[in-house]
């Protein structure tokens, strides 16, 4: 387990970089929950095999378990099935100084 700079999220004086190490926090949990569930055999979320009406339905019954990540990753899903070529810009886009902090400054844990 690394060691982190910081424990609490308050301890960031500067709102933006509480922004993108909140989002990198949060996706890293996201991206593990996704890959849990990948090797219990669950797919198809991307490619049509899982309706939206079927994601629509699992992210209501999930919001009734109350577990975020669960919710946010539901979301991620359904946004991707109707926005299929993005409408933000992509990773390869964001400024090097955002990359390196988050990689720098966030643990995967």
């Known amino acids: 387990m690394s ?4 424990e609490d999220i308050a301890d960031f004086a500067d709102d933006r970089v509480a922004d993108l190490v ?3 926090r949060f996706s ?3 991206k593990r929950k996704l890959a849990k569930k990948r090797q219990e055999g669950y797919a198809g979320w991307n490619d049509g095999r899982c309706s939206i009406t079927r994601l629509r339905a699992l992210l209501t019954s999930h919001i009734k378990k109350r577990d975020p990540v669960d919710i946010a990753n539901f979301c991620m899903m359904i946004w991707n099935r109707e926005h299929p070529t993005g409408t933000v810009r992509s990773p390869a886009r964001i400024k090097y100084q955002d990359r390196d902090f988050i990689s720098a400054k966030v643990s995967e844990d």
Do not use: S
């Not at 060691?3 to 910081?6: A, E, M, N, Q």
């Open 3 to 6: 060691r982190r700079l910081y």
């Open 28 to 30: 890293n949990a996201m």
């Open 22 to 24: 909140g989002v990198a």
